[in-house]
């Protein structure tokens, strides 16, 4: 068939929850059958988000490829099941380079290289690449940012110019919004909204759909004022009221008929009844009752959660399977190297130290991982977690405190943790690490075997520096088991303590590979650990059939 478009443009205001209203509508496609895939299109300058500070971006998703990517494309993924490719995920900076580079190369030949028609051509062509590379029948594309941004133009533009290169019945458009609330007159005002889509109707698109985005219920008439005024047909207005629980976003879009009436506008007919019992249970699993364990997070971005957003949604998922609520305990590790902030960490029953860069809060880490392996706690290293373990217990078994990573010491007597090999002569920052799917090879009787019931796993990796296998005798003699390695047994990808209820870092980012309804493997085991050492036993409701159904 011929590939189908869906566009997503925002309104008013950012992070209204574009990126999941994309992941959604694409679960519904899905669920009546279509292959689906979703594209970001981020205005930003960057080559991609690599290179930037989880404080400006969120987290860096990892692609199988070893894309780094906008944290929306985790979204994608986990709300679609799909594994997404490099191109969906495309930037201003990477459409730039394309076109100077071609530029340059003489390609042009002569002509005036200019943002219409050259730079939104190679945009279009970018769209144009995600259905090859993934198959997907139905292509949704999200546009980062609020129409009226000047850096979207291009974007927009190329958007507008799709219409007539694919046709109407082949590209839809849906402008998500927000209806701010006025507390004095106790009222939700649409004239943004019918601003934004005046805005977006000045460049040439007119919204098949108006998602409206809102804190409280949104009434029918002002459903009917957004349709006058905006001139989408009413059952084309879409009120979605915030929700503590992402998951239930699929769902109310299926109630509000958006799935049917896409299909509609695009002149599918749906190949299959959407079975949303899955999600149904999930949903509920999510809102009954539960008994909360608590789990310490110590990082450095702590402030902004959207940092660690694939570790939050891959302890989520563990936690639903094994029906228990886990309340994150945001710890910020230099404040631990100050002496404040342990009471966190003591009052948990588990610990995370997630992935990171650059020498600030290491040592509140390491104190942490130290913490973990005296008093039994159960702790998880995830790539930086991994490493700092190691140091950690480096410090105690080499009786030297200067053991260390030579990412933060350069002239540390005991380099544990290296520059790889491969790393070493690499002078560009950008897109240059160990990225992407790497086979890994379980040892048996291991925490890491027993947990995955698998010998041969691949894992998404983000990182330049790893285990010095000058070190992998002493420490082991001391008490470290490499459980998880490069198949050609050269690498380090997963290291455990014995004699400990559970202390297991990855070298890899296995939150990248969790689903709410197939959790990893390893957070599993992670979070059985923390129950036990609460005492308390897994109370799933319901999994066993979820699980059963997945594809
Ligand atoms: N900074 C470390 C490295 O580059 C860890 C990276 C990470 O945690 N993703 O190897």
């Given at each position: 068939m011929t590939t189908k478009y869906i566009f997503l443009t925002g309104g008013?205001?950012?992070?209204?929850g574009k990126g999941v209203t994309a992941a959604a509508i694409g679960r519904l496609l899905k669920e009546r059958g279509f292959q689906v895939s979703v594209q970001k299109l981020d205005p930003y300058l960057n080559v991609d988000p690599g290179t930037m500070s989880p404080y400006q971006h969120g987290e860096v998703f990892v692609l199988d490829d070893g894309a780094e990517t906008d944290l929306d494309l985790g979204h994608y993924e986990r709300f679609i099941d799909i594994s997404l490719s490099r191109v969906c995920n495309v930037t201003t900076g990477q459409v730039y380079a394309e076109v100077i580079s071609k530029e340059r190369r003489g390609d042009y030949l002569g002509g005036t290289i200019q943002v219409i028609p050259h730079i939104t051509n190679e945009i279009k062509r970018r769209i144009g690449l995600v259905s090859k590379a993934t198959g997907a029948e139905i292509v949704l594309v999200e546009i980062g940012g609020t129409v009226g941004d000047i850096e979207s133009l291009p974007f927009l533009e190329a958007l507008r110019q799709m219409r007539s290169d694919v046709g109407r019945e082949n590209s839809l458009y849906i402008h998500v919004t927000w209806l701010p609330y006025i507390g004095a007159t106790g009222e939700l005002k649409t004239k943004p909204t019918q601003h934004s889509v005046r805005e977006l109707r000045s460049i040439g698109i007119s919204p098949d759909m108006i998602v409206a985005r809102s804190d409280f219920m949104v009434d029918e008439e002002l459903m009917d004022k957004i349709a006058l005024f905006c001139d989408v047909e009413k059952r084309a207005v879409v009120p979605m009221v915030t929700t503590k629980v992402l998951y239930e976003v699929p769902m109310m879009l299926e109630k509000a008929r958006v799935g049917e009436y896409l299909l509609e506008r695009m002149g599918l007919t749906a190949r299959q009844e959407p079975d949303w019992s899955l999600w149904e249970k999930l949903v509920a699993e999510i809102r009954r009752e539960k008994p909360t364990v608590k789990v310490a997070l110590v990082g450095k971005y702590v402030e902004l959660h959207d940092a660690y957003m694939s570790v939050r949604e891959a302890v989520k998922h563990a936690a639903l399977a094994l029906g228990v609520e886990v309340e994150i305990v945001w710890v910020h590790s230099s404040e631990l190297e100050k002496g404040r902030g342990w009471e966190s960490v003591h009052s948990s029953d588990g610990i995370i130290v997630p992935g990171g860069f650059g020498s600030r809060g290491i040592e509140g880490k390491i104190l942490t991982a130290r913490y973990a392996r005296e008093n039994k706690v159960p702790y998880f290293g995830l790539c930086l977690g991994m490493q700092l373990m190691v140091i950690e217990f480096s410090r105690y078994a080499l009786g030297n405190e200067e053991a260390n990573s030579t990412e933060f010491d350069r002239s540390t007597p005991y380099p544990v943790i290296d520059l790889m090999p491969d790393q070493r002569d690499i002078a560009d920052m950008g897109g240059t690490m160990r990225l992407g799917l790497y086979p890994c090879q379980l040892q048996p009787n291991t925490l890491a075997a027993k947990a995955y019931q698998q010998d041969l796993v691949k894992e998404r990796h983000r990182h330049r520096f790893e285990f010095n296998n000058a070190y992998r005798k002493v420490l082991e003699d001391a008490g470290m088991r490499y459980s998880g390695l490069s198949p050609d047994g050269r690498l380090v990808e997963i290291a455990e303590m014995e004699e400990h209820p559970f202390m297991l870092g990855t070298q890899f980012h296995p939150e990248f590979l969790s689903r709410p309804n197939r959790p990893h493997p390893l957070f599993l085991a992670f979070l059985e650990a923390v129950l036990k050492r609460t005492g308390l036993l897994p109370q799933p409701a319901n999994i066993e059939s979820v699980e059963a159904k997945i594809e």
């Open positions: 008013v205001v950012s992070s209204v």
